[in-house]
């Protein structure tokens, strides 16, 4: 017997807890390095100290740097930083300071997440100094089996479209002409019955089988149409007259008739894509609005919109209510990525990317979004592998972590 879902997503999460922690180095530096007097890290080399700091207080974040020999500050016209980032993934930028009046400034934007693989280089008076060490932050390791275990899937970004959709609600109907009741053509008893509810039936099958009271002779009574037996209101030594014997209907193909309300009538018109979903299952199946009817509904005082649908394998039944997504516009977009890859993660709304077994935070812009999929304005590149289903796991994992923000 398969185990209850709560319980896989617990064992999912001790997995996750287990196997995705940083290494105790990458905490230990982080944690234990050495900090200067502006709360930056604090490089040395013999007597000649720079603190490197990530500033964000009031501007876009910034390096800025001091550099001190013998614990004397220098000016910094007198020296030359260059600092050389390696982000996940291998991209590489680097920032070159430039000297104000009491420190060095980077001119570009030091952009989230601030985890990299960083390079300093310090040029003053004739020698060069050189450091390097790492600094991440919403970052984590995951084993293929833990993640495959953990139910973590990822997917390249690409493009797409965002369709503007409206949701309404709706009903299964059989198609006029195709649905028959069966009546007797001479009253008389019944002799045989050959068809029960639920029945698949040709055209021109026997159903049934009456004595006539005219002729006294037995004659057959045949399905007018090939379909499914809906009801049968007769039995054996009934008395069949002029009341319905069976109902046959095709449910080969239905229709689908969708009440629209306020603006949804104003835009929805025929020829529109719609996507039909099951409301006790939740199955789905894509067809095409054909017409919008001319009357309303006179207990809703909606308007009727209609569309066929393909029943081939019968899993679809009259009188069934669904709910319906119709698909107005369709915007292309460069980026897109499902809605559930989305979390919010400090105060940014992020994704979160794979490279190896490596997963990491990653800020990013949205613009428009429908039921399935939201576009990326900024902070992916087209094929990057982002976690697309359980990304609350691992953002649990990456929280737990403590990753320090290195400034």
Not at 68 to 83: K, L
Not at 104 to 127: C, K, M, N, Y
Not at 166 to 189: K, M, S, W, Y
């Amino acid at each position: 017997m398969k185990n209850p879902i709560w319980m896989l997503l617990a064992a999912a999460c001790l997995a996750l807890a287990a196997c995705g922690q940083p290494s105790p180095e990458e905490h230990e530096d982080a944690e234990h390095a050495e900090r200067g007097p502006h709360g930056g890290r604090l490089l040395r080399d013999g007597d000649v100290a720079l603190e490197l700091a990530i500033f964000e207080r009031g501007v876009p974040p910034e390096f800025r740097a001091w550099v001190t020999t013998s614990g004397e500050a220098v000016d910094p016209r007198a020296a030359s930083v260059q600092v050389t980032l390696t982000r996940l993934g291998g991209v590489r930028e680097t920032h070159v300071l430039q000297p104000r009046e009491d420190d060095l400034r980077g001119t570009d934007e030091v952009v989230e997440p601030h985890s990299f693989d960083v390079e300093v280089q310090l040029a003053l008076q004739g020698a060069t100094h050189r450091w390097a060490y790492a600094s991440y932050e919403g970052r984590t390791t995951l084993s293929e089996a833990i993640a495959r275990e953990a139910g973590v899937v990822t997917a390249p970004v690409s493009g797409g479209v965002i369709r503007d959709e409206h949701e309404v609600q709706g009903l299964l109907t059989t198609i006029d002409g195709r649905r028959a009741q069966v009546r007797a053509r001479f009253p008389g008893p019944v002799r045989e019955v050959r068809a029960a509810v639920g029945d698949h039936v040709r055209a021109g099958q026997t159903l049934a089988v009456i004595e006539s009271n005219l002729s006294l002779t037995p004659y057959d009574v045949k399905a007018p149409l090939a379909g499914t037996v809906m009801a049968r209101d007769i039995g054996v030594g009934d008395l069949a007259s002029d009341q319905q014997l069976f109902e046959i209907a095709d449910l080969s193909s239905l229709w689908v008739d969708l009440h629209l309300f306020g603006r949804d009538a104003q835009h929805i018109t025929p020829g529109l894509p719609v996507e039909i979903v099951r409301l006790s299952d939740d199955a789905s199946a894509t067809t095409t609005l054909e017409r919008v009817l001319p009357g309303t509904a006179t207990a809703s005082q909606s308007t009727v919109a209609r569309a066929t649908l393909v029943n081939a394998d019968g899993q679809w039944r009259p009188g069934a209510a669904v709910r319906a997504r119709v698909t107005v516009s369709e915007t292309p977009v460069a980026l897109r990525v499902p809605v559930a890859a989305l979390q919010r993660f400090r105060d940014w709304q992020v994704v979160f990317v794979r490279v190896g077994e490596t997963y990491e935070v990653r800020p990013i812009e949205v613009g428009e979004r429908d039921a399935s999929w939201v576009e990326v304005r900024s902070g992916l590149a087209p094929g990057d592998e982002v976690v697309v289903e359980q990304s609350y796991l691992v953002k649990a994992d990456i929280e737990k972590s403590g990753a320090t923000h290195d400034h």
